[in-house]
């Protein structure tokens, strides 16, 4: 019952917008089709549907807000013209109160305000849908930003992401369409989302490691987190002092070089993702600013780490051998490799499926490079695959969603920036890694160490297996013979190794010799 007044307020939001025709219009039964055409009586919509869709979710508040922005990653999903408006949508949430803030931190630590911080701003800096931002000092001079959670968060998220859940309901057992758009699966993942957002323990812990990995790069700087004053509803971090990155006449008069710096922020999210699997996945102009401090001028300040996007060996391999098929333009092996990959089903037709990577990435071939998108590729590949019925990775799209990010922010900075030629150096770095000589000899190593402690066994396992004649065990003989040919692989990589050793050893011993 508790539902009641804000479903009745959702119902008013939707047909004010228009929302019930866009919902209804794909339902095939005749009495939907009649209550569409009683609903639509009168009402003049002059707003095309995508801005409609927009402007309903802001009414409806900043958990619809963020369903939407999370929603416009799933371009897979969506029709073009929703995906660009959803992309639109930002956090315009106005600030709670500052008494109300305080009393927060000081639940969250225990002990009044005035015993943690040396001074505290009561007006934030920044507010959005889940938390906002107060600049403070602590008691040893050190600046600090608070991050502290809105109050009833949970609560509120929970209400609606049950209405959510019965709606996503209605709409699978109703419509075909809406069966093909997955709603129950992307309100799930919504949730997910969410929740882990509400941690702010999870995202302290990101930046940690963010900045770690960019600690050699010196093109970016991550704020540090101060660990004795973090909670799952604050955290205390490093304060940043940095300009806007949307605030381009600004940088450009206090002499930052920007193209270089759109240059710079395609470095760094190749370098996170193909180096370490691990990229800031939030990386929208609001997130993001440049510092005009002489000792690290002209760097990228990072902030905001909620939404991270992480990639597994499988996954980088996986693109790896994509890349260099699209190079190549081996459209059919592209092909192949989304049959061998599980992503569409062991029926496609392999040539099909060719044809239609084929009619996307072909005429962008002969273009000039800076005139190519790559996130527009990746778009019209997401939206070719539909018909395919490609299950799309959401670690990729949420990967693909942050290209489009950095690819946008950097041609606003830099009208002319080659986005391909910026990334061609990481990306055959990175395939040669994977593929070449020093990718075979890094496995090598992290596999020694499993199969020193296997290789002694495996006669005694081979022996037992040879006693037993029941399926299974036969199926576990070929794992285990299958593990002695790579055993014996790496014996003979290993052996190669010592044999070079030892010829180079000999010959500098002979050197020595004949120069004595």
Not at 424 to 434: A, D, G, S, V
Request: hydrophobic residues 45%; contains cysteine.
């Amino acid at each position: 019952m508790r539902h009641i007044g804000r479903l009745v307020f959702i119902c008013v939001t939707v047909a004010r917008h228009g929302l019930d025709e866009l919902a209804l219009t794909s339902f095939r039964q005749r009495w939907v089709r009649a209550l569409v055409r009683v609903l639509t009586i009168g009402r003049s919509l002059d707003q095309p549907r995508g801005v409609r869709l927009r402007q309903g979710l802001e009414r409806l508040g900043p958990i619809f807000v963020k369903f939407g922005q999370v929603l416009s990653t799933r371009r897979d999903l969506l029709p073009p013209d929703y995906a660009e408006e959803l992309a639109k949508l930002q956090d315009r949430v106005p600030p709670f109160p500052a008494a109300q803030s305080r009393a927060l931190v000081e639940k969250a630590f225990g002990r009044p305000i005035d015993e943690i911080f040396a001074s505290f701003d009561a007006e934030p800096v920044a507010s959005a849908s889940i938390a906002q931002v107060h600049f403070a000092t602590l008691k040893d001079g050190r600046e600090v930003a608070v991050k502290v959670l809105r109050p009833r968060m949970l609560e509120v998220i929970d209400d609606d992401l049950a209405l959510m859940r019965t709606l996503a309901g209605w709409i699978e057992r109703l419509s075909t369409d809406g069966r093909r758009l997955k709603p129950r699966e992307v309100v799930a993942e919504f949730d997910t989302y969410l929740h882990d957002e509400l941690d702010l323990v999870r995202e302290a812990a990101n930046a940690a490691q963010l900045r770690r990995n960019m600690e050699g790069l010196r093109l970016v700087m991550v704020p540090e987190m101060i660990w004795d004053l973090c909670t799952q509803n604050v955290i205390v971090m490093e304060r940043m002092k940095g300009v806007p990155i949307s605030q381009t006449e600004r940088l450009r008069a206090a002499g930052v070089d920007i193209p270089k710096l759109a240059r710079d922020g395609v470095t760094i999210f190749f370098t996170q993702v193909f180096r370490d699997g691990f990229f800031h996945a939030d990386m929208h102009p609001g997130n993001i600013q440049v510092s005009v401090d002489p000792a690290t001028f002209g760097r990228y300040i990072a902030l905001d780490f909620g939404i991270v996007g992480t990639l597994t060996e499988f996954d980088k391999e996986y693109l790896a051998q994509n890349f260099i098929a699209f190079f190549r333009r081996d459209y059919k092996r592209v092909a192949e490799l989304h049959v061998e990959s599980g992503w569409v089903p062991r029926e496609t037709r392999v040539d099909a499926l060719e044809g239609a990577i084929r009619a996307v990435c072909e005429p962008h071939f002969d273009r000039p490079l800076k005139d190519i998108s790559l996130g527009q590729v990746l778009l019209r590949l997401f939206q070719a695959s539909r018909r395919f019925n490609v299950e799309i990775q959401p670690q990729l799209v949420l990967l693909q969603k942050t290209l489009l990010n950095v690819e946008g922010l950097g041609r606003q900075l830099d009208p002319e920036l080659d986005l391909w030629t910026t990334a061609k150096p990481f990306l055959e770095r990175w395939m040669h890694e994977q593929i070449g000589w020093r990718g075979m000899v890094e496995r090598l190593k992290n596999e020694a160490p499993r199969y020193a402690q296997l290789l002694p066994e495996l006669p005694r396992l081979v022996h037992r297996a040879l006693q037993r004649d029941s399926s299974p065990d036969r199926q576990l003989l070929q794992a285990i013979l299958e593990e002695q040919r790579r055993g014996n692989r790496l014996l003979l990589a290993l052996a190669a190794g010592v044999g070079g050793f030892a010829a180079g050893a000999m010959l500098v011993l002979a050197l020595l010799r004949w120069h004595g």
